[in-house]
C-alpha cells in the first residue's frame, strides 16, 4: 500500500540506478514516418490556391484576391450588380458598401443595426432588409455613394428581416422575420400580407423554387418548410439542431435537389445572441459572430423530399450555402473562414482557407463570383483555379524530439515540386531554415536536423496535377524514459490522495497476491521492457519478482507473495528501451517504492473477558499494525467498533477495554468479537460473562 513519486524537477538528482548518457546524442532504431494522405493530416497549414479532399488528395484550388473593407467588422448579406459592382450589408453599423474594381466606397447608410438581406427586385432595384425594427429599403444600383434614404416599408408586427426572396414570375418579393417567425409577400406597390404564419419565433433562411414554390428554414426547433400558397405549408424535414441558417434550391431538368445547413451552438442561447440592451427591438437568430464556434450539417432532399446527409462539422457551424453552375453545394464556416464542398459519392473538398473568421456570403455563379469573409470584411474575387500561386502548405510535423529526416517520397498524378524546412518551434519562425531545394522526384529531405518539419507543393508545372500522399521517415534521439512512481497495492486514484479517508469504512480484502503499477515518462515513444525485484526492508539482496526470461511490457504486475517469509518490503521497477535501440545506445532508469508490508497471516485474540458488560482483550499481528477491533451480539448482523485502548490502532498489539451496556439487553451472554489487521486478514471469537472463550 505505497507509491514513490518524484517531481520532475528531481528525477535526474535522486535516480536510484540509471546507465550514463552517451557523449553525443543517441539516434533510435525505430523508423517513424509522417503520412500525409486523409483531409485530417492534409488540412491545417496554408491551402493558398489549393483544396484538400476527405479522399486525401490535393489539387489546384480557387485563386482568391483580396479586397478590405477596413471600417466594417461584419457582414450580413451581399448582392452582385449588373455592373460586375458588388453590395456589402454589414452588421453593427448598418451600413451598405459598394466594392467596384477594387475600390470601396459606402453606397447607402441605413441607420439600423445591421443590413441582414439583399435582392433585385422589380426594374432591377435593390431591396435591403434590416434588423431590428423590421424596415425594407428600396434604392436604385446607382444609388449616390453616401445616401441616406428613408426606409420604404416598416412592416407589422416584424422587429428583424433576416431573409429576402424576390419571384420575378410572381413579381412578388417575400420577407421571412422574427421575432414572430411570420413571412410576408410584398407586391412593387408595398402592399403586404402575411404568407405564412410558423408557430417558430424567427423564420431565419429563405429560398425560392423554379416553380414559384418557397422553402423556409426557422430557428428553435429548426424547421425545412415547404410553402405552397398563402397558408400552406409542410414540415420537409424537423433537424436536431437550433436552427436552419441557409436553403438553396437545384432544378435542371428532371433533376430537382433542395440543400439545407443546420446548426447546434454552444453557446446557452442555442444560436440566438443575448437579449438587447437598447432599442425596442428583441433578441433574434444567431448572427455571423456567434462568441463559441457550434456544429453544422449539410443535408440533400430529393423531389419526393428524401433527406440524405452530405456532410457535418463538428468543430465549425455553417453560415453560408450557394450552389454553382453546375448545382454542387458550398458552405462557408463560422470558424476557421473555410469554405467546403460535397460530391455525390460525399467526397468533402476543402477549397479555401481564408485568414479571416468566417465566410459570410458567397456567389459562385454570372459575372462576378466571389466570397466575403468577416473579422474583418474582405471580399475575395475568384480568379480562377490554379496557377503559379496554387501552394499547398503542410501543417507543421511534430516528431516530438529532434529528428533526423530520411528520403521523402509521395505520390501524384501530374508533375509537381515539393520542398521541406524545419525548425525547432512549434510556429515556424525566423529560427526556422529556409526552404528547400524543389524536388520534382522523391529524394532526401536536406533540411537540417529538427524536432519539427513542414512540406510544401506547388502546381506551377501542372495546374492538373493531383497529389496523393506525402511520406517522410524519421527516426528521433533516443531520449531516455524515466520512471516517475512505483506504487503497489493501491489505485493510481489513491496514490498520493489528500482525500481523508471515510470513518469506518470497509477493509481491504486479505490477499497474497500484491498488485503493483508504475507510471513513466518515455519522450521518444520508444517500446520499453520492465523488469521488477524485491528485498526485505533489511535485506541488501535484490530478488527477481518477473521472471528473468520474461518480457514485461505492461506498467503493472501482480505477485504471488505465497510462501515469502512476512516482513517490511520493497520493489524495484527498471525500465529498458533495449527493445528498441541496439546494445551500445540502450539506456536504463530504475526506481523503488516505499516500504510496505507482506503479511498473509491473520491477528490473533488473547485475554478475552467478558465480565458483567465490560469486555476486554489484546489484538496481536506479526506485522500489524491492527486496523479494527469490532464486537456483535451473536445472532444479530451488526457489528459495532470497539476503540483501542490508547486511543489509536498504530501497532500491531492493541489492548481494548470497553463497556457494552448499552448494546446488550438483558438475559444476553455470549458476545463475538473480532479483529483486523493493516493487510486484510481477520481473526474471529466469542465470550460469553462466564469468561469462558469460544473459538468461532
Not at 25 to 34: L, N, S
Amino acid at each position: 500500500m505505497t507509491t514513490a513519486t518524484l517531481p520532475k524537477s528531481l528525477l535526474l538528482p535522486l535516480l536510484v540506478c540509471t546507465a550514463l548518457l552517451p557523449s553525443a546524442p543517441a539516434r533510435a532504431v525505430g523508423t517513424r514516418d509522417f503520412v500525409l494522405d486523409t483531409l485530417e493530416s492534409l488540412e491545417g497549414g496554408d491551402l493558398t490556391g489549393t483544396s484538400v479532399a476527405s479522399d486525401g488528395t490535393v489539387r489546384a484550388g480557387w485563386t482568391l484576391g483580396s479586397t478590405p473593407v477596413p471600417d466594417a467588422s461584419s457582414v450580413w448579406s451581399s448582392l452582385a450588380l449588373p455592373d460586375g459592382s458588388v453590395l456589402l450589408g454589414t452588421g453593427s453599423d448598418g451600413k451598405i458598401y459598394r466594392v467596384a474594381n477594387g475600390k470601396v466606397t459606402v453606397a447607402l447608410e441605413t441607420g439600423e443595426m445591421g443590413v441582414s438581406a439583399m435582392v433585385l427586385a422589380w426594374d432591377g432595384a435593390v431591396i435591403a432588409g434590416t434588423f431590428p425594427g423590421g424596415k425594407l429599403y428600396r434604392f436604385a444600383t446607382n444609388i449616390p455613394d453616401g445616401s441616406k434614404p428613408q426606409a420604404w416599408i416598416t412592416l407589422k408586427d416584424t422587429e428583424d428581416i433576416w431573409a429576402l426572396a424576390f419571384d420575378a414570375k410572381g413579381k412578388a418579393l417575400y420577407a421571412a422575420t422574427g421575432a414572430e417567425g411570420k413571412l410576408y409577400r410584398i407586391d412593387k406597390n408595398a402592399k403586404t400580407e402575411v404568407y405564412f404564419d410558423s408557430e417558430e419565433s424567427h423564420l431565419v433562411s429563405l429560398a425560392l423554387d423554379a416553380d414559384g414554390t418557397l422553402y423556409a428554414g426557422s430557428n428553435g426547433k429548426a424547421l425545412l418548410y415547404h410553402i405552397t400558397g398563402p397558408g400552406r405549408a409542410s414540415v420537409v424535414y424537423d433537424f436536431d439542431a437550433d436552427d436552419v441558417k441557409a436553403i438553396a434550391v437545384w432544378s435542371s431538368g428532371k433533376s430537382h435537389m433542395v440543400y439545407a445547413v443546420a446548426n447546434t451552438y454552444s453557446s446557452p442561447q442555442k444560436g440566438l445572441p443575448p437579449p438587447r440592451t437598447t432599442g425596442t427591438g428583441s433578441a433574434g437568430p444567431q448572427n455571423n459572430r456567434p462568441n463559441q464556434a457550434g456544429k453544422g450539417v449539410l443535408y440533400r432532399f430529393d423531389a419526393s423530399g428524401l433527406a440524405e446527409k452530405m456532410m457535418n462539422n463538428d468543430e465549425a457551424h455553417y453560415v453560408s450555402l450557394v450552389l454553382d453552375a453546375e448545382g454542387a453545394p458550398f458552405v462557408g464556416t463560422g470558424a476557421e473562414g473555410r469554405v467546403y464542398t460535397v460530391d455525390d459519392n460525399h467526397v468533402v473538398r476543402l477549397v479555401a482557407d481564408t485568414e479571416e473568421r468566417q465566410v459570410g456570403t458567397m456567389q459562385l455563379v454570372g459575372n462576378k463570383r466571389f466570397l466575403c469573409t468577416s473579422d474583418p470584411v474582405v471580399l475575395h474575387d475568384i480568379k480562377g483555379v490554379g496557377g503559379a500561386e496554387s501552394v499547398w502548405t503542410s501543417k507543421v510535423l511534430d516528431a516530438g524530439l529532434r529528428a533526423h529526416f530520411g528520403i521523402m517520397d509521395w505520390r501524384a498524378t501530374g508533375q509537381l515540386e515539393l520542398q521541406t524546412r524545419s525548425g525547432n518551434t512549434d510556429k515556424p519562425d525566423k529560427s526556422w531554415s529556409d526552404w528547400s531545394k524543389a524536388m520534382t522526384a522523391a529524394g532526401k529531405v536536406t533540411s537540417p536536423t529538427a524536432r519539427y518539419l513542414q512540406v510544401r507543393a506547388r502546381w506551377a508545372p501542372d495546374p492538373k496535377a493531383v497529389l496523393h500522399e506525402v511520406r517522410i521517415p524519421f527516426v528521433t534521439d533516443n531520449a531516455r524514459a524515466l520512471l516517475t512512481s512505483v506504487s503497489v497495492g493501491e489505485t493510481e486514484t489513491d496514490a498520493g490522495s489528500s482525500r481523508i479517508p471515510e470513518s469506518g469504512g470497509p477493509i481491504e480484502e486479505a490477499s497474497s497476491t500484491i498488485k503493483m503499477h508504475w507510471k513513466v515518462e518515455n519522450p521518444d515513444n520508444d517500446k520499453l521492457r520492465y523488469r521488477v525485484f524485491y528485498r526485505k526492508l533489511e535485506d541488501k539482496a535484490w530478488r527477481s519478482v518477473s521472471d528473468p526470461n520474461e518480457t514485461v511490457t505492461k506498467m503493472d504486475y501482480s505477485w504471488d507473495t505465497t510462501g515469502v517469509p512476512e516482513g517490511r518490503y520493497l520493489i524495484r521497477v527498471d525500465a529498458s528501451d533495449e527493445l528498441s535501440n541496439p546494445p551500445a545506445e540502450v539506456t536504463r532508469h530504475s526506481l523503488e517504492s516505499r516500504p510496505f508490508p507482506v503479511d498473509n497471516t491473520p491477528p490473533v485474540l488473547t485475554q478475552l473477558k467478558l465480565q458483567g458488560t465490560h469486555l476486554s482483550g489484546t489484538a496481536t499481528d506479526t506485522i500489524g499494525p491492527i486496523a479494527r477491533i469490532e464486537f456483535q451480539l451473536v445472532g444479530s448482523k451488526v457489528w459495532f467498533p470497539i476503540g483501542a485502548k490508547d486511543g489509536v490502532f498504530d501497532e500491531p498489539t492493541e489492548d481494548f477495554d470497553v463497556d457494552v451496556a448499552s448494546f446488550i439487553p438483558p438475559g444476553v451472554q455470549l458476545i463475538a468479537v473480532r479483529a483486523f489487521d493493516h493487510a486484510g486478514h481477520q481473526v474471529s471469537r466469542t465470550v460469553s460473562t462466564a469468561a469462558q472463550v469460544i473459538a468461532k
